[in-house]
Nanobody, 126 residues
Framework: QVHLVESGGGLVQAGGSLRLSCEASGRIFPSYVMVGWFRQAPGKEREFVAA????????VIVDSVKGRFTISRDSAKNIVYLQMNSLKLDDSADYYC??????????????????WGQGTQVTVSS
């Protein structure tokens, strides 16, 4: 069982930055567990944004945010960060972190993740 808690969302002007945090607790083996960030805007499907193993291996970022968002982790604290820079109106959404334990490549499918946080809202204003 893995428990996830997100924080760091809020209201920001376009062009600004936010850093989201996802703290993981429970039965965690850093090289086995991957943590992903997903987002869901009103009326849209939940989509993959980025993911990384808690060990730091194999970070993956979706092309639409590459160059603006980075994903990192603090392995000592089991926290995964999503640094979001140059935010755009289209980045407004509820952001969720999720965890999945498996070897092999990073998963990017919503249905491939087993544990989810409660979400944190990001609103980008003009």
């Amino acid at each position: 069982q893995v428990h996830l808690v997100e924080s760091g969302g809020g209201l920001v002007q376009a062009g600004g930055s936010l850093r989201l945090s996802c703290e993981a607790s429970g039965r965690i083996f850093p090289s086995y567990v991957m943590v992903g960030w997903f987002r869901q805007a009103p009326g849209k499907e939940r989509e993959f944004v980025a993911a990384i193993r808690l060990s730091g291996d194999n970070p993956v970022i979706v092309d639409s945010v590459k160059g603006r968002f980075t994903i990192s982790r603090d392995s000592a604290k089991n926290i995964v960060y999503l640094q979001m820079n140059s935010l755009k109106l289209d980045d407004s959404a509820d952001y969720y972190c999720a965890a999945h334990g498996a070897w092999g490549p990073i998963r990017i499918g919503v249905n491939e993740y087993d544990y989810w946080g409660q979400g944190t809202q990001v609103t980008v204003s003009s």
